[in-house]
Structures are given as C-alpha cells and as structure tokens.
C-alpha cells in the first residue's frame, strides 16, 4: 500500500477528527480526497506538522491527530523529546513512513534504511509506541482513537505518490476555517 | 521587581498562557519565573523554529503563545516565520535575548548580532529594543499590538536593557 491507499482507509475514520495534515502530497491527498473544515493542511514548513499538532492538543480538550512522514520527522527529530515530556492524552501521532521523501521525487530517507523511528521514539520517551504495516493502519488508529492515551503509530507503508491537484484554498482561510472548527468543537 | 519579573507580569497581564522557550543567559531568570507561573503553560522546545510550531497550533486552539528566544536562532526560523506564522497570519510576539551588542564577551556572538535587524527588516517584523531597564514598560502594549495586528512582533533585549555590562 501507498500512502494515499493508507488514507483511504482511514478516511471514515479521521473525517470528523482534528487533523493536522503535513506539507506537500499528504495535504494535497488528504484535501483532495476529504476536505473537512477539521483538517489544516500545511502548505508549507517542513516539519512541523508534529510541533503544530502538539500545540493544539494541549492547547484544548479535542483528540488531535497530525499527519506526519518519516522524512519531516527526521527534519524535525527535536519534537519526539518534546512530545514525550510533554503527553497530551488527546494526541495521536501518525508518521506515514514509506521510507522516502515523496514529494520531492522519492529520494530514500534514512528511515528507509538503518534508522527505526519507533525506537527512536521510544528512545526519546515516548510510552505509546505502535509500528504496523499499512493495511493494519486503520485498526491501530481505531484502537488511539478509543483510548484516552497518547500514541504515535509509525505506519510502514510503500513509496509512491498519486496525481493531485495542489491546494488552492488560501492559508489563512485554511486557518480561520479550521479555528471556527475548534472553537465549535470545544463550545 | 526585577526586569523578569516585569516581563512575565506583562506577559501574564495580557493573558499570554503559552510560552515556549529556548534558554539563553540574558533570558535565565525570565525562564525560571515562567515555569513556576500557574497562568502559563510552559512547554521548552528543542529547536525555535519547532517552539514556533507549538506556539502556531496553541494559537489555534485558543490559547495566547509567545516564544522566548536568543537572537541568533533567527537564522533558523526565516522560514517558519514565513511560511507558517506570516503565511497564515498568526500572532507570535517574539522575546529575543539580543547577544552580540556593547558588553558581549564572546566575539562570536557578535556574527548574528550584526544580521538581526536586517533580518527581522527584510521579513518586516514589527521590532522594539529594549536598551534601558525601563523600556519594559512598553511590553504589554507590544503583545497587545501583537495580538491585535496578527504578526510575529520582535522584541529584542540588550545587554544592557538587562542591567549593564
């Protein structure tokens, strides 16, 4: 499975979830496939995409997942100490990993090779730590999203991207949208 | 008062309940009276530029972040202010300890202190410098502006702003 097969799986899933969705195909797939005022889609920022969704889910009482990938976790390797010392039981981290930066041509990362990002992770502190191939995805996200403990899942998945439209919604109508979704969720 | 003290009442005043920091010297104490705050939520980060992706999803869950930084981090976060504060208009007032000016005594310091105006002018980043201790006066109308305008505003603190070299 490819990542855009792994959404689709999770799509009845994460719909009406707070999602933060990384930069680049991710964004465009998860818009392209599901736009819900309840995504913010970065359109910029490698990296954050963690960091952005660790802010949010301290910051209220929602469950908050961010849409990572191996390749911006690695740019931004800082933000597993931060969110082990920091738990927010509202938040799920999923780090599609397939091993390459795929927006950028599919060049290998260093996840695709020796470095393992769960054990990184579990390194780091983190105490909810679940690898799984991508078809089993969908299940591990329905297992964090009953529970009421903060999870990273590191979904292996293959390398391959789908044609997709880039975002043409403007950043901070994508903000607005998505606070009014909050602000809603929380009333 | 001391001057930390003034900055974190000013920070607190305006309902300023997310802080990220990365340490400096200048900005110990500030830290330190931070973390023991109970109107603030105190999260360290490792990276500035990923303080500055906690401060943007705190805002947008209805909390009021700011980022306590050194000024040489600037080089590192040109993007993020870019790209993700600026690009989606979101406010962050910015407490930069400005290493580098009269009284440094590690010449290297001196390096990002000579690009940090012309780095927050070419991003036009609202900038206020704190040379005298006074000059903390103006903090709550800073992240009052902040807040109201939608923007990174820097505030830069000097060596002296922090007592004299």
């Known amino acids: ?187 | 008062m001391s001057i930390s003290q003034k900055i974190v009442d000013g920070l607190v005043e305006h309902k300023v309940n997310f802080v990220t920091t990365v340490p400096c010297k200048q900005l110990a104490g500030v830290i330190e009276i931070i973390d023991k705050t109970p109107e603030v939520l105190h999260v360290p980060s490792n990276k500035e530029d990923e303080g500055m992706g906690l401060c943007a999803g705190a805002w947008m869950g209805g909390m009021r972040p700011c980022i306590i930084m050194q000024n040489t981090a600037l080089g590192v976060t040109v993007n993020t202010l870019a790209t993700l504060i600026q690009f989606y208009q979101m406010p962050l007032p910015m407490i930069i300890s400005y290493r580098g000016e009269l009284g440094e005594r590690v010449a290297c310091q001196v390096e990002m202190a000579v690009h940090t105006k012309a780095l927050l002018d070419q991003l036009h980043i609202q900038t206020y410098h704190f040379h005298k201790p006074d000059d903390v006066e103006e903090i709550g109308a800073i992240i009052k502006h902040t807040f109201m305008s939608r923007k990174p505003t820097a505030i830069l603190t000097d060596s002296n702003f922090w007592g004299g070299y």
């Open chain 1, 1 to 187: 499975m490819i990542r855009s097969e792994v959404f689709k799986t999770l799509i009845p899933l994460i719909s009406d979830q707070l999602v933060v969705c990384n930069i680049g195909l991710p964004s465009q797939e998860l818009h392209m496939m599901d736009d819900q005022p309840s995504n913010f889609y970065m359109l910029g920022t490698m990296g954050l995409a963690s960091s952005i969704g660790l802010g949010l889910a301290l910051a209220q009482k929602q469950k908050v997942i961010a849409i990572d990938g191996d390749g911006s976790v690695l740019t931004n390797l800082g933000t597993l100490p931060t969110i082990a010392n920091n738990p927010a039981s509202n938040f799920i981290l999923l780090i599609i990993d397939n091993g390459s930066y795929g927006s950028t041509g599919d060049q290998p990362t260093y996840a695709g090779r020796k470095t393992s990002l769960a054990r990184v992770a579990e390194a780091c502190g983190c105490d909810n730590v679940i690898e799984c191939k991508a078809e089993d995805t969908a299940k591990v996200m329905e297992a964090a999203l009953k529970g009421d403990q903060m999870t990273i899942i590191v979904c292996k998945c293959k390398s391959g991207n789908v044609p997709v439209p880039v975002i043409e919604m403007d950043a901070p109508v994508i903000k607005h949208r998505f606070m009014q979704e909050v602000k809603r969720r929380n009333a």
